[in-house]
């Protein structure tokens, strides 16, 4: 299956932010492992390591890397995500009469 991985690219001057995608091959149901990440980086000439594991935050290994770090920004598999309209919600709310 297929993972879509969207990833911005931090330079330090001026700050600029790149927004760029990878691709990454993995089980059914499953995200990619951080070592796959990191090999898919390098592929891209980016030779990074993993920073923070929670952010998904890779910083270059070389110093003299143009950029100052990576962040995984989404990984996309194809799946469904349910993701709730706070807008739209709060108008039912007010539209809709309450029943107690």
Do not use: W
């Given at each position: 299956?297929e993972c879509i991985v969207?990833?911005?690219?931090?330079?330090?001057?001026?700050?600029?932010?790149?927004?760029?995608?990878?691709?990454?091959?993995?089980?059914?149901?499953?995200?990619?492992?951080?070592?796959?990440?990191?090999?898919?980086?390098?592929?891209?000439?980016?030779?990074?390591?993993?920073?923070?594991?929670?952010?998904?935050?890779?910083?270059?290994?070389?110093?003299?890397?143009?950029?100052?770090?990576?962040?995984?920004?989404?990984?996309?598999?194809?799946?469904?995500?349910?993701?709730?309209?706070?807008?739209?919600k709060s108008i039912l709310e007010?539209?809709?009469?309450?029943?107690?």
């Amino acid at each position: 299956m297929e993972c879509i991985v969207h990833f911005q690219v931090i330079y330090p001057q001026p700050q600029e932010r790149k927004s760029l995608r990878g691709l990454i091959f993995v089980g059914q149901g499953q995200e990619p492992a951080t070592n796959q990440l990191t090999t898919m980086f390098k592929d891209m000439g980016f030779h990074v390591r993993l920073e923070d594991e929670a952010q998904l935050l890779f910083k270059p290994t070389d110093a003299s890397a143009n950029f100052e770090y990576i962040r995984v920004t989404e990984l996309d598999t194809g799946e469904e995500v349910y993701k709730e309209d706070k807008d739209l919600k709060s108008i039912l709310e007010h539209l809709l009469p309450r029943r107690f």
